[in-house]
C-alpha cells in the first residue's frame, strides 16, 4: 500500500490591492480560510482527494519555491549533543527514540556535503504551508488519525507555490484546490465516517484559522 503524500495545488485568485497599505477594509494580515469542499475521485491506479478551501490576505505572501529550504523553511533540524556534534545512531543517548523514518535520517546532505551516517533529527514544521489533520469517527467521538504514527511514518501537511511573483504586498481572495493522492484511502477508511482539519501558513509563519469539513465518507464524496 503506498502512502506517501504527493500533493498539488490548484489555483484561483484575484488580486484585491495594489500595495499593503491600503488593503480592502476586511482584509486580514494573518490569511483567513473557509472551507469549500472535499471531493474524493477513485482511479485503477493513485485515488484522489481533493480539498478545496476559500482564502483571503491583506499582503498577498502565500505560497513558498523550490528555493525556499533555508530557515525557517528548512525541512529539518538536526539534534546536537551538549559539546555541539550531531547526535548519531550509534552513540544515540537513552532518551532517543529508535529508528524510524521520521526522528532519523540516513546520509543527509549538510551544508551541501553528505554527512555519511544516521542522524536524530526533527521536523521543522515551517518548511509546510498547508496542514492538513484527519479525523475518524469511533464510538461517536472523532479521534485524530495520526499519519506520523507507525506503521505509515508520513504527513499529509505540503507547500503550495508562490501564489505572487513579488514581495510588493498585494491583497489576494481565491480558492485554493489541494490534491491528496494516494492508492490508501478505500483500504484504510472504507465506510468510516471523516473529518478533516486544515490551516495555511504564510511567509512571515502567520497561522490562519483552522477550519473544518464537514462529516462525511468517502461513499458520500465520491466523484461521480
Not at 526522528?103 to 536524530?120: A, C, E, Q, R, S
Amino acid at each position: 500500500m503506498r502512502l506517501k503524500n504527493y500533493s498539488y495545488l490548484l489555483f484561483g485568485f484575484a488580486l484585491l490591492g495594489y500595495s499593503c497599505i491600503s488593503p480592502p477594509e476586511n482584509f486580514p494580515s494573518t490569511p483567513e480560510i473557509e472551507f469549500s469542499s472535499l471531493e474524493y475521485v477513485g482511479t485503477s491506479g493513485q485515488d484522489s482527494l481533493l480539498l478545496t478551501l476559500n482564502f483571503k490576505d491583506a499582503e498577498g505572501d502565500l505560497g513558498l519555491s523550490a528555493t525556499d529550504i533555508n530557515p525557517p523553511f528548512n525541512p529539518l533540524i538536526y539534534k546536537k549533543d551538549a559539546a555541539g556534534n550531531f547526535i548519531t545512531y550509534s552513540r544515540r543517548p537513552t532518551t532517543a527514540p529508535r529508528y524510524n523514518p521520521i526522528d532519523w535520517v540516513i546520509d543527509p546532505i549538510v551544508n551541501n556535503t553528505i554527512f555519511k551516517d544516521t542522524l536524530w533529527v526533527e521536523k521543522n514544521d515551517n518548511q509546510y504551508n498547508i496542514f492538513v489533520r484527519f479525523f475518524i469517527k469511533r464510538n461517536g467521538q472523532f479521534r485524530e488519525f495520526r499519519w506520523q504514527d507507525p506503521p505509515f511514518y508520513t504527513t499529509f501537511n505540503g507547500r503550495f507555490p508562490r501564489i505572487l511573483t513579488t514581495e510588493i504586498g498585494q491583497a489576494v481572495e481565491g480558492k485554493i484546490t489541494y490534491r491528496m493522492l494516494s492508492s490508501g484511502w478505500e483500504s484504510i477508511f472504507r465506510t468510516d465516517t471523516l473529518r478533516i482539519d486544515v490551516q495555511i501558513q504564510d511567509r512571515a509563519l502567520n497561522r490562519s484559522n483552522e477550519v473544518s469539513s464537514t462529516s462525511l465518507t468517502l461513499k458520500q464524496i465520491t466523484r461521480k
